[in-house]
C-alpha cells in the first residue's frame, strides 16, 4: 500500500519555558529554574513530530520576520518537514509562555503571526492533495479558516484529524467534518459539557465525527466509534518531567501510522509509546523522539 502524504494547517510558536515549585499568588515574584527557549505551537509540534518519526509531511502556517521565526523555520527543516506554504508576515511570530509545575505544565499564548493565516494558505496547502491523504489542524489559528480547511479537506476526499485544542465551546461545526476528533479529558468536556468520558464520545459522535481518541495522560487514551471503544494503554518509559508536547507527538505518531495504513489501535498504540518516551524530556519539539529511537525502544524490550 502506498503511504498517504499528511497536510497540516496549524500554529508556530517560540515556547519560553520556565520550572517553578508552584504557581505564584497575586503580586508575588516566584525564583524559578531551568528558563527553555525552544520551537513550538500545536501545528509545528505536530509536524514536526510527523517527520520525525517518518511521515512525509507539509506544512501551512505564519512566522514573523525575527529571530524566533528563523529558528522555528529551520527546527522543521531539520527533520524534513516542507515549509514552502508557510509564510512570513509582518507580525511578530508567536509567543507561548509556559510554566512546569512537578512534571506539568501551564501555557499562555500570544497568537501573533498565527492570527493572520487565511484562506489562500489552506488553498495553496491542498492544491496537491489527493484522495485518502491526511489532514491535521488544530485550533491556534483562527476558527473560520480552520473550519474551511476541514470542509475543503473533505470536499477533496482527505481523511481529517481535528485537534480541538486550545478547546472552545463554539467549534461544534468542524466536528461534522472531522473523520477523526483528538481532544483530551479537559477538551473534551469542553466540547460537550459532560464530565463522562463515554458520553462525550458519544455526542462527537452523534455530531458527525467518525472516530474519537481521547487523550487521558498517565490513564492512556481511549477510541470511541459507533462501533465500539477500545482503550489504550499508557507506555511508561520512565519518569514524567514535562508533558508540553504530549498531546501533539501522539497527535503526529498517530497519522504517521495511519498514513502507512496501520488500523487505529494500532496507530494509537504507537501513539502512546511515542508520547510516554515524549514527557520523559523537556521543552517541545526538541522532546519528540525520532522513529529509530522508538525502534530501539521496541527492540530492547523484545
Known amino acids: 500500500m502506498k503511504t498517504k502524504r499528511i497536510y497540516l494547517l496549524g500554529s508556530l510558536n517560540c515556547d519560553l519555558t520556565i520550572r517553578a ?23 509545528a509540534n505536530q509536524a514536526y ?32 518537514v516542507d515549509t514552502a506554504c508557510i509564510r512570513r508576515v509582518e507580525e511578530n511570530t508567536g509567543v507561548a509562555m509556559i510554566t512546569v509545575i512537578d ?17 489562500t494558505d489552506v488553498q495553496n496547502l491542498l492544491s496537491e492533495a489527493e484522495k485518502g491523504d491526511i489532514f491535521i489542524t488544530q485550533l491556534e489559528n483562527p476558527y ?23 478547546a472552545s465551546y463554539g467549534v461544534h ?10 481532544p483530551n479529558k479537559k477538551e473534551l468536556k469542553l466540547l460537550t459539557d459532560k464530565n463522562d468520558v463515554l458520553e462525550g464520545c458519544e455526542i462527537l459522535l452523534q455530531r458527525g465525527a467518525k472516530a474519537v481518541i481521547v487523550t487521558l495522560g498517565e490513564s ?32 503526529g505518531a498517530l497519522c504517521v501510522k495511519l498514513a ?14 511515542c508520547s510516554g518516551i515524549t514527557v520523559t524530556r523537556r521543552g517541545a519539539q526538541i522532546a519528540v523522539p525520532k522513529r529509530e529511537e522508538v525502534a530501539q525502544y521496541l527492540s530492547s524490550r523484545k
Open 49 to 80: 513530530a510527523c517527520a520525525a518519526l517518518g511521515g512525509k509531511i507539509k506544512m501551512a502556517g505564519a512566522v514573523g520576520r525575527d529571530a524566533f521565526g528563523d529558528m522555528l523555520l529551520n527546527s522543521l527543516h531539520g527533520v524534513g
Open 260 to 273: 502507512e495504513g496501520e488500523s487505529l489501535e494500532d496507530a494509537a498504540r504507537f501513539a502512546s509509546l
Open 21 to 43: 515549585p508552584y504557581m505564584p499568588e497575586r503580586g508575588e515574584t516566584l525564583k524559578g529554574s531551568e528558563f527553555l527557549i525552544t520551537a513550538g505551537g500545536k501545528g
Open 103 to 119: 512534571g506539568d505544565n501551564r501555557i499562555i499564548l500570544s497568537e501573533g503571526a498565527n492570527a493572520v493565516v487565511n484562506e
Open 173 to 182: 461545526e468542524a466536528v461534522a467534518y472531522s473523520d477523526l476528533i483528538l
Open 144 to 166: 473560520p479558516v480552520v473550519l474551511y480547511a476541514l470542509k475543503t479537506a473533505k470536499e477533496r476526499g482527505m481523511i481529517t484529524v481535528f485537534n480541538p485544542a486550545p
Open 220 to 251: 492512556g487514551s481511549l477510541i470511541c466509534t459507533k462501533e465500539g471503544k477500545q482503550e489504550i494503554a499508557a507506555v511508561n518509559v520512565g519518569e514524567a518531567i514535562d508533558t508540553t508536547c504530549a498531546g501533539d507527538t501522539y497527535c
